[in-house]
C-alpha cells in the first residue's frame, strides 16, 4: 500500500498546526488512492518518526516523504532524509521516496499575485491608478534563514514577481535571522519614496511571526502617519498551494523526484559533525549512526532539472564546490529556515526566535534595480 506523509514544520501557535492537518486532509481527498499522514519537524506531534511508524502500522508498503516547506535548507536538506534513513533501518522491507520541497514555483507567483489582489492591488486597480503605483513598494517578508541558498531563492523569487507585475519596487525582508530585516526593508522602501507599502508574507500557514507582522504594521502606521501601510495574506488554503503538493506527493510515490539529499555522499558526511537535531520532543531523535549503518547506494545524480530549486550541482570531490551545499554551512552552524547556532541544531525557524542585531548588509540591495 503507497502512503504519503507531509512533513509540516510545527509551530508554538495552535491555529498554525491545524491549519497544516486541514490542508493536508483537503489534499487526501483530491489525491485519492494513497494513505495520506501528516507530521511535524517540532513543537506539535506527531513527528516524523511517529509518523513514518503510523504509515507501517496501517499497511503501507511504499512512502513517500513530502516536506511543507518554500525552499531547500536545512531541514530538506539533512534533518528529514537523516529521518527517512533511521526509519530504513527500523522498517527495511519498506521502500521510502524523497519529495521535493515547494522551491521556486510559477505558480507560486499566481499565490503573490492573488494574495496582492486580496490586498486592494487589483488588475483593475493598477490600470486606473497608475500615479499611486509609482508611489506603491510591495515588500515581501520571508522567514529568514542562516542558508544562503535558501535566502537567495527568496530574492529571485522577489525579482521574477517584478518582472510580471511592472511595479516600480518590489523589495525583499526577513522576519528574523538574517539582513534586511523587515524594519530595515519597510525603511528602505520609504527612502526609495514609496508612499505606500504593501508587506507580502511568504509564509505558508499562520503562527508566530505572522502575528508579530500583524503587531509591527500598527508599529509603522504610528511612526510614519504620512504613509500608508497594508499587510497582505499569507499562502494558506490556495488551490495553487494544493496543486504544487499534489504534484510533489505524486512524483515522489513514482520515484520521480528530481531533486532529494536522500542519496547525496556529502550529506552523510555532513552528518558526522551536527548534533542530529533534537526538537523538544522526547521522542525525536536522530541517533543514527550514519559511518556504521548507511547500506544505501549514493549515487547521487545531480544532473536533475533545478527550474523549480535553482541549485547548480557540480560534482568535484577535489574542490568540494557542491553549491546543492550538503555542507548546510549549518556546521557552525546554519539550519533549515534557518537558526545559525554553533554545533546545536537551535532552527532559524522556532517561530518566536530573536531577531539578530545586524546591520544590513549592502550586498542585499533591491531585486527590482
Known sequence: MDAVLFVGHGSKDAEGNEEIRQFVGAIAKELQG?????CFLEFEK????????????????????????????????????AAIDEAKLRHPSIKFNYGRPIGVHEQVLEILTSRLEGAG???????????????????VVGRGSSDADANSDLFKISRLFWEKLKVKWVETAFIGVTAPLLEEGMERCLKLGARKV?????FLFTGVLIKRMEGMLEIFEERYPEHQFSLADYFGFHP??????????????????????DMCQYRIAAMEHIDHHHHHDDDHEHGHDHHDHHDHDHSHDHSHDHHDD????????????????????????KNDDGHEHPHDHAHDHHDDHEQPKQPASPKTASVST
Open 46 to 81: 506527531p513527528n516524523i518518526r511517529q509518523g513514518i511508524d503510523e504509515c507501517v502500522a496501517k499497511g503501507a508498503t511504499q512512502i513517500a516523504v513530502v516536506p511543507i516547506t518554500l525552499f531547500s535548507a536545512g531541514h530538506a536538506k539533512i534533518h528529514i532524509p
Open 240 to 261: 495553487k498551494l494544493r496543486q504544487i503538493l499534489i504534484e510533489r506527493a505524486q512524483e515522489a510515490l513514482q520515484g520521480a523526484a528530481k531533486m532529494n539529499c
Open 34 to 38: 494513497p494513505m495520506v499522514e501528516t
Open 310 to 333: 535553482s541549485h547548480a550541482h557540480v560534482h568535484a570531490h577535489e574542490a568540494h564546490d557542491h553549491s546543492h551545499d550538503h555542507s548546510h554551512e549549518d556546521h557552525g552552524h
Open 121 to 139: 492591488m487589483t488588475e483593475e486597480t493598477m490600470l486606473a491608478q497608475e500615479q499611486e503605483l509609482q508611489e506603491t513598494a510591495i515588500l
Open 198 to 202: 504593501i508587506i507580502l508574507p511568504y
